[in-house]
């Protein structure tokens, strides 16, 4: 499996920015689809963002499209996610997920997760 630490989250207020970084280390990275997911109190995680091995490809939830990025450097092995416009209901802790092979949205499809980090948006 591939070793995943998020960083990046905080408190910011409505309408503003956050960058999430996922620094990978265990195997190679550009090999692994990568994904976003996040999980407010109470509820399932749920699908954010993802984006293919090579970045080509990217997918996000209809709620973020517009306001969020994501993004990755293979040469960094790091994924991120550039969260702009940022609005209370995105409140929620921030994963950071990894998939051998190609792109995919459900969370049952990829192997390794990182511990969270929390993002809270104040209104």
């Known amino acids: 499996q591939v070793q995943l630490v998020e960083s990046g989250g905080g408190l910011v207020q409505a309408g503003g920015s956050l960058r999430l970084s996922c620094a990978a280390s265990g195997r190679i990275f550009s090999n692994y689809a990568m994904g976003w997911f996040r999980q407010a109190p109470r509820t399932e995680r749920e699908f954010v963002a993802a984006?293919?091995?090579?970045?080509?490809?990217?997918n996000y939830v209809d709620s973020v499209k517009g306001r969020f990025t994501i993004s990755r450097d293979n040469a960094k092995s790091t994924v991120y996610l550039q969260m702009n416009k940022l609005i209370p209901e995105d409140t929620a802790v921030y994963y950071c997920?990894?998939?051998?092979?190609?792109?995919?949205?459900?969370?049952?499809?990829?192997?390794?997760w990182g511990q969270g980090t929390q993002v809270t948006v104040s209104s």
């Open positions: 997920a990894a998939r051998y092979g190609s792109m995919r949205s459900d969370k049952a499809d990829f192997g390794s």
């Open positions: 984006i293919s091995s090579s970045g080509a490809y990217t």
